[in-house]
């Protein structure tokens, strides 16, 4: 279709890179404009993702010690139930024993 118009594709290509340069480029006092922007920006930005990492360890460690809480409290619970079974079970070993070395059961 473009050689039936008689343009060749070089020649289109060259106008589009020229119109594209043309947009893209700016004025010497923009250019600066932009540079000082970027120098006051990139600080402000390292100031946050430091801030944002600081805050994200917090949070880590605030996470890792209730799980450690969490974790102790179910140690806890089943070391109490364990303990209060073998007790339990120690006492009705022991009514068991006194029983039978009095004689046994009466009817």
């Known amino acids: 279709m473009r ?3 008689g ?3 070089e020649v289109i290509k060259s106008c589009i890179r020229e119109v594209l340069s043309e947009r ?3 004025g ?3 250019h600066q404009e932009h540079h000082m922007w970027i120098d006051v920006a990139i600080p402000k930005l390292n100031n946050f993702l430091d801030y944002r990492d600081m805050r994200m360890a917090q ?3 605030r996470q890792e010690m209730w799980e450690k809480i969490k974790n102790t409290a179910i140690g806890v619970v089943v070391v109490t139930v364990v303990g209060g079974l073998f007790t339990a079970l120690a006492w009705v070993g022991k009514v ?3 029983a039978l070395s ?3 059961v009466q009817q």
Do not use: D, M, N, T
Request: charged content about 35%; overall charge positive; hydrophobic content about 40%.
């Open 24 to 26: 893209a480029s700016v």
């Open 102 to 104: 009095h004689g046994g």
């Open 3 to 5: 050689k039936e118009l």
């Open 59 to 61: 949070l880590k460690r």
């Open 28 to 30: 010497p006092e923009k």
């Open 96 to 98: 068991v024993l006194i």
């Open 7 to 9: 343009v060749e594709p």
